[in-house]
């Protein structure tokens, strides 16, 4: 059984690459033809290689092996959250803090600092007259989850960095991206005709910037774990 059909990649516009001027040769291997100096991308390999990441994904499902879903793109970092929330995983859609992957034990200290001021606040809110403290003591603690809450709640309860990231631009995110290379993880990404595909373990040919395209790939890995740890 096909997972996917050329035309439903052609329907959601995974063919449409960037401008020629844009163009990264080393995609060469997976553009099929320039029309009016766009690059049209071979979407008979991308169904390959969205086959090949649902099939390592359905893996990762069956022995349980942690993702962290990477995107903070205006048009994927929803889609990111929502991805490694279904799938039970987990996800950093934010600007990216320096040292996150290589520093580690830097990002452990200030998880630990946002849980910690998430169980204060909600002391404070639910036992009022047990613990006293004024507005703006209180306006100060709130501050600080916040600051942190936004750029590392995906990861909370993350005990050490996932083997396996999903990178979804690592153009736009390319700090995480040589972060990751740095440590010899696995990266899978979509990689459209401006992005250099070198490192990347399951390069998915496609068009990054199409809201679409990036639903349908994050469906289908997500579908590819769910069902790899459901069968286990």
Not at 4 to 33: R, V
Not at 35 to 59: E, H, M, P, R, W
Not at 169 to 174: A, V
């Amino acid at each position: 059984m096909t997972l996917i059909t050329l035309t439903d990649l052609a329907t959601k516009s995974f063919h449409l690459g960037h401008n020629l001027e844009k163009w990264n040769p080393k995609t060469n291997k997976f553009i099929y033809k320039i029309v009016n100096k766009t690059c049209v991308i071979d979407i008979i390999q991308t169904q390959q290689y969205l086959s090949k990441a649902y099939s390592y994904f359905y893996i990762a499902g069956q022995y349980k092996h942690n993702i962290l879903f990477i995107g903070s793109t205006s048009i994927g970092a929803n889609l990111i959250k929502q991805a490694a929330q279904i799938s039970a995983n987990y996800y950093y859609n934010s600007s990216w803090i320096a040292g996150t992957l290589t520093n580690w034990k830097m990002i452990q200290s200030r998880l630990i600092l946002l849980l910690w001021v998430s169980k204060l606040l909600h002391l404070l809110k639910t036992s009022p007259y047990t613990f006293k403290v004024s507005f703006n003591t209180y306006s100060t603690f709130y501050k600080i989850y916040k600051k942190l809450s936004v750029k590392l709640s995906g990861l909370i309860g993350l005990i050490e960095i996932p083997d396996i990231l999903f990178i979804l631009d690592p153009k736009y995110e390319k700090i995480a991206f040589n972060e990751a290379l740095k440590l010899n993880k696995i990266i899978i990404s979509i990689v459209d005709s401006n992005i250099n595909p070198d490192n990347i373990s399951i390069p998915i040919p496609g068009n990054d910037d199409n809201f679409k395209v990036l639903e349908l790939t994050l469906k289908l890995l997500v579908a590819g774990y769910v069902h790899g740890a459901y069968y286990n």
